[in-house]
């Protein structure tokens, strides 16, 4: 919604064109949310996040560089296809935490997304007057990048590695993670 006013501007958009910005991730999210899912439960949540977050920060940074509306557009889209992994981070997190601390941890990451909402909307009063709307779409991909960069840190959901059958490195996931916690795992 940010990108809206500066685009219709931009490209000399009717409200119709304008609207379509929006509706266009929104549908490529719906789009991206379902083969997303099925990839995460076939090959791992962590791999799935990790490829989302590729092509989302790609298609971020690339919909800087849009030379028309028209590459706006299937860029936008594309971008909405990859937001379409991101709500799996949910599950990945959720299957960290024992059962009596879901609701917290939900609540947390819900919290969180809000307080990026509001640092979105503070990065684009701040970016969008000074430097344009090119320069906020490309600011607004970085954070991806720390998805990327911890990537070889964060380990396999233990319970996806049970669900298919890999004991050995669920116990090993497991282990770690109490090590690194200090803790010692639970008997069984």
Not at 99 to 106: D, E, F, L, M, V
Not at 145 to 154: K, N, Y
Request: glycine share 10%; with cysteine; hydrophobic share 50%.
């Amino acid at each position: 919604s940010f990108l809206s006013p500066a685009a219709r501007c931009y490209f000399d958009l009717d409200s119709f064109q304008v609207a379509l910005i929006s509706v266009v991730v929104f549908t490529g999210m719906i789009i991206g949310s379902q083969p997303y899912g099925r990839l995460m439960d076939k090959y791992g949540r962590r791999r799935g996040l990790l490829i989302g977050a590729f092509f989302l920060g790609t298609y971020g940074v690339a919909t800087a560089f849009a030379p028309s509306y028209v590459w706006l557009l299937v860029l936008r889209f594309l971008v909405g296809v990859n937001i379409g992994a991101m709500p799996q981070s949910m599950t990945y997190f959720c299957e960290f935490l024992p059962s009596r601390h879901r609701a917290k941890g939900i609540a947390f990451v819900a919290f969180a997304f809000s307080v990026g909402v509001i640092f979105e909307a503070l990065l684009a009063m701040t970016v969008m007057p000074t430097l344009g709307w090119r320069d906020l779409l490309g600011l607004t991909a970085l954070p991806v990048l720390l998805i990327l960069l911890m990537g070889p840190f964060v380990p396999e959901s233990p319970r996806y590695l049970m669900a298919n059958g890999k004991r050995r490195q669920a116990l090993e996931v497991l282990q770690r993670i109490a090590r690194e916690s200090y803790k010692q795992l639970p008997a069984g």
